[in-house]
């Protein structure tokens, strides 16, 4: 790019190893600006030596003249060397952005900026690399238009020049008849000239004109701007100083820098450099250049490479003062438009917007034009005008007229005549666009209908196409009332003011709609022990009226909000890779007004001695094949196998207490083994899974030998579990879906075991992700064809060894009145997920001494009732199941002795304490519930942890308080507010 501000040459940052005098003479021309001379040399040397500082010196040049390609493998070379400047890392990621290799740009840029994190150049431009393609389709309403004005050299700083002419500055053959040239770019000096614009007003002919007068000077001239139609401000090279040299470094080194220039039409139409050579703030230590004046011709905006401001070359600020002749001290445009970089070529619209050019501030590559507007005291940020008017490489110098409906820009992009050339800019129109959705889906609605009202009335009327898409014609300086409707939806009306339209030429205005009725889910996925948010959790939604199964992801809260349809049922479930998934079922039958509903979804961490209870494996008695109706969840879990390959479990069968130990410990083994089995048959490798039989030396409560229990109470004990006894969680796949394994949690309430792997209450569904059980249970409904394979194996085998003692009801073919027979009943229990000590091996111990050691206090309330399954014809209406981890607080009117909501009947709570009255040591479970002290029968005290109607509660609130860090904690139980001592 020509006419850049200059700026000081880098000097050796160490004593070269390469030829001296050849060295010496290349950093000569280095230092004079001489780019263009010094590469060869540079080359040599380079050729001749490795030194870093030589092919940094090449780089730096290449860049510098633009060549691009030649100065990306230069830098290549540098950017690993340790002593090198990070700002090197920064150039290197320049010339890859302007040879559009966005991605490897990107991480230098990230480095340069993690070296200098003061700078924002680099976190800028890391930026625009990583939301590139945002840039790319910003696409600026225009088209761009190559013109014939264009040469092999550059032709830049386009200006108006009243209606019919553009003045531009070119690096043309010397119109005095001496070749001047300039060493940059070893060719010649800047001059201004003239080219005739047509009707349309662009330039149609080739033919330009240098502008006549004593302008055109030895050296620089341009790019520059008139006031009125007699004055014209612009860059020229200051004259080389003939006194002062020796005091001065930059006239020292033989430098000159910019200065701005003011000249006036005198009665021939020359134009002649006035006395006033030099404008107050103009300083021969800095270059003043690139003036863009205001409409009223009162206010100058220039870039210089002053002192004092963000680095590079800075926009500036100057009034032109009472006098006429003479300005005010500048002051810098701030932080929101200049950077460490290069601000330039300013031009100010009469409509007050400022365009101008910036390799600092986020972009395609090289230099990017942008637009800013005064607010009050300071400038906004400034926005990138994107495509077309932008490319990867150097675009700046962009001008309109005053209807903004054509202008010019000078490029250096792929396909151009020569270094820098005009470009046409050709404005593709204004219109009202945007889009109609849904305002809390955000969906797309498709026939909106949308009205364009002025004044009152309506202009025009369209339907919004299958994106929701809408887009009205319209006009500058305009009210407008856009009036949007759709099926299903309420009406909205939205003001719409168009003022003088800069960037874009589109102006935006997207509508979101609300439902007529509108059924809202809020739904929180959370680590069930900690209560923390998963911030990367998914959720799965399965609309079961529509068979459509969408997956979205929680936001930073885990939180996720959705709209529901009415009438359908919906399976909510939340995945989170290293957890047990946890799901829902919300249902919005029969609701007729705008409602909103909330989920919790309860995952479970993957993590050793994790113990996770089987609800669904069931046995006949004294048997220990697997029943077909059992195989759900041993598939579900050789999915969470698969899903992760570095997990080992163990597979553990209980008893209850009834019949001899021997006889329950190798039935239990038997049982675990046989589940083992089929997991390998599901393709688990063997080692690792390991089957274990406890049969009654594990008791979940105090039903031992000897006590009598319901056959509810016991069916507590009998129970398989997989214990988790490693896992990496480095080992995930990612070619298996995280299955769907909630093997604990009820979904549809006692009568309905959890979502997945399980029949609907409607008798099917076409979800993959919710398949039938394959079989009925052979105790009910009609018989069902005879297993097979393994299972038909295990049967037999089974029923070959049976004895017929053990886990016997009193009568084996009629449960006594009030308890329940060992057959599973089609009712399924809600999730249980118990962490348990390790267990107590078989020994000649006293009986009694093993379950106390397993005491588990649960009601001695037999038979209570458990509501009737929902008919298979109709879903239900399911409510949203209660949650024992954060049970809330008791009113105090509650805490009375006399309450009786817990003194009736049978509850339960969770003993923190024993012989302590000190509740202040356990504020830390505060948000658990309400801590109370208790006195027991012989008036010691204990403290223990809210009150629970249900021990499924009550056990799981032990388990988070466990998890905290009192592995004491144990679940306690009350008859009729009477404690179970």
């Known amino acids: 790019m020509s006419g850049a501000v200059a700026q000081n040459a ?3 940052a160490a004593e070269s190893a390469v030829p001296k005098g050849k060295l010496k003479r290349a950093e ?27 092919r940094m010196r090449l780089a730096d040049a290449y860049r510098l003249t633009d060549n691009f390609n030649a100065a990306e493998q230069w830098y290549a070379t540098l950017v690993s060397v340790d002593t090198i400047d990070p700002l090197y890392k920064y150039y290197y990621g320049q010339a890859l952005m302007a040879n559009e290799k966005y991605a490897q740009a990107r991480g230098w840029f990230e480095a340069f900026s993690k070296a200098r994190p003061d700078d924002p150049r680099g976190a800028n431009l890391a930026e625009a690399c990583r939301s590139i393609d945002a840039l790319v389709s910003q696409s600026f309403p225009a088209e761009i238009v190559t013109l014939p004005i264009n040469t092999a050299r550059s032709e830049l700083g386009p200006a108006y020049w009243g209606s019919d002419k553009l003045l531009f500055a070119a690096d043309r053959d010397t119109i005095l008849g001496v070749r001047r040239n300039n060493d940059w770019y070893d060719a010649p000096f800047l001059d201004f000239y003239s080219a005739a614009l047509d009707e349309e007003g662009m330039i149609a002919r080739a033919k330009a004109r240098p502008l006549r007068g004593k302008v055109n000077g030895p050296y620089h001239e341009g790019p520059g701007q008139l006031s009125g139609e007699n004055i014209l401000y612009y860059s020229s090279s200051q004259p080389k100083a003939t006194s002062g040299v020796d005091g001065n470094p930059t006239l020292r080194a033989g430098l000159t820098k910019l200065h701005i220039q003011k000249a006036k039409v005198d009665g021939s139409g020359r134009w002649m450099p006035t006395d006033e050579t030099a404008l107050p703030f103009n300083n021969p230590e800095y270059s003043c250049a690139h003036p863009a004046l205001s409409a009223d011709g009162l206010w100058m905006i220039f870039s210089s490479d002053k002192p004092g401001g963000f680095g590079g070359s800075d926009l500036y600020l100057s009034q032109l003062k009472a006098d006429g002749s003479s300005w005010s001290d500048p002051i810098n445009l701030g932080g929101n438009v200049n950077t460490p970089g290069d601000e330039m070529f300013p031009f100010w619209h009469e409509n007050g917007t400022l365009y101008f050019a910036s390799d600092g501030l986020p972009g395609l590559g090289g230099l990017d034009v942008f637009e800013t507007r005064q607010d009050n005291a300071s400038w906004q940020i400034p926005r990138n005008l994107g495509k077309p008017i932008n490319s990867s490489r150097d675009d700046f110098g962009l001008i309109f007229d005053e209807k903004l409906a054509r202008g010019f820009v000078v490029s250096n992009r792929f396909g151009g005549a020569g270094r820098d050339d005009l470009y046409g800019v050709v404005s593709t129109g204004i219109e009202l666009a945007g889009t109609v959705s849904n305002v809390f889906t955000g969906q797309k609605i498709s026939g909106a209908l949308l009205r364009l009202r002025q004044s009152g009335q309506e202009r025009e009327r369209i339907i919004s196409d299958a994106a929701g898409s809408y887009r009205f014609a319209v006009g500058t300086r305009r009210q407008y009332e856009l009036v949007v ?24 205005v997207d509508v979101a709609l609300e439902d007529t009725l509108l059924l809202k889910l809020v739904v929180q996925v959370v680590d069930k022990d900690s209560r923390a948010p998963l911030t990367d959790a998914r959720v799965m939604v399965y609309n079961k009226c529509t068979n459509v199964n969408t997956e979205v992801p929680a936001d930073e809260d885990g939180i996720l909000r959705i709209r529901l349809e009415p009438n359908c049922t919906f399976y909510v479930a939340g995945r989170k890779l290293g957890y047990l998934d946890d799901n829902e079922v919300v249902s919005t039958m029969g609701i007729t007004e705008s409602s909103e509903m909330a989920a919790v979804l309860e995952l479970i961490e993957i993590k050793e001695d994790l113990v996770i209870e089987l609800k669904n494996i069931y046995y006949d008695y004294g048997r220990y094949y697997i029943r077909e109706d059992a195989v759900g969840d041993l598939d579900n879990l050789a999915g969470l196998m698969e899903q992760y390959p570095s997990l080992k479990i163990e597979i553990s069968s209980h008893t209850d207490s009834r019949g001899s130990d021997e006889y329950n410990k ?11 089995d089929y997991l390998v048959t599901k393709g688990i490798s063997a080692d690792r899974l390991v089957a274990r039989g406890y049969g009654e030396y594990v008791l979940r409560n ?77 105790d009910e409904g009609d018989p069902a064809p005879g297993p097979s394979g393994l299972l038909a194996k295990q049967q037999e085998a089974s029923r070959a060894a049976a004895a017929g003692v053990g886990e016997k009801p009193s009568e084996p073919d009629k449960p006594a009145p009030g308890k329940r027979s060992e057959k599973p009943k089609q009712e399924r229990n809600k999730r249980t997920v118990v962490l348990e000590p390790d267990p107590i091996p078989p020994s000649n111990n006293n009986r009694q001494e093993r379950a106390d050691s397993n005491n588990r206090p649960a009601s001695r309330n037999e038979g209570r009732a458990k509501p009737a399954a929902p008919a298979a014809t109709t879903p239900p209406v399911v409510e949203q199941p209660e949650r024992p981890v954060q049970p809330a607080p008791i009113p105090a009117a509650e805490q009375d002795p006399d309450a009786p909501w817990y003194k009736t009947g049978v509850s339960y709570s969770v003993q923190l304490a024993y012989g302590s009255s000190n509740t202040a040591a356990f504020s830390a479970y505060s948000d658990l519930g309400t801590i109370y002290v208790e006195k027991k029968a012989n008036g010691v005290p204990v403290i223990v942890l809210g009150y629970f109607n249900k021990y499924s509660e009550a056990n799981s609130m032990q388990q988070v308080v466990r998890s905290r860090g009192i592995k004491d904690a144990f679940v306690i139980s009350y008859v009729d507010g009477k404690r179970l001592e």
């Open 666 to 676: 190798g039935l239990s083994q038997k049982r675990a083994e046989t589940c083992v």
């Open 28 to 54: 000569q021309l280095f230092s004079q600006l001489a780019f263009t001379a010094a590469i060869p040399l540079y080359e040599e040397l380079a050729e001749q030596s490795d030194d870093p500082f030589v």
């Open 10 to 12: 880098t000097t050796p």
């Open 702 to 778: 105090d039903c031992a030998n000897g006590v009598e229990c319901s056959e509810e109470l016991h069916q507590v004990n009998r129970r398989t579990e997989f214990k988790v006894l490693s896992f990496d969680r480095v080992l995930y796949s990612d070619e298996v879906e995280n299955p769907a394994v909630n093997l604990y949690k009820n979904a549809f309430g006692d009568d309905q075991k959890y979502l997945a792997r399980t029949e609907l209450p409607d008798g099917g569904s076409s979800d993959p992700a919710i398949p039938l059980i394959v079989q009925k249970n052979p």
């Open 485 to 508: 409707s759709a099926p299903g939806h309420i009406q909205k009306v939205v003001p719409v003011e168009i003022g003088d339209l800069s960037f874009p030429s589109s102006v935006q």
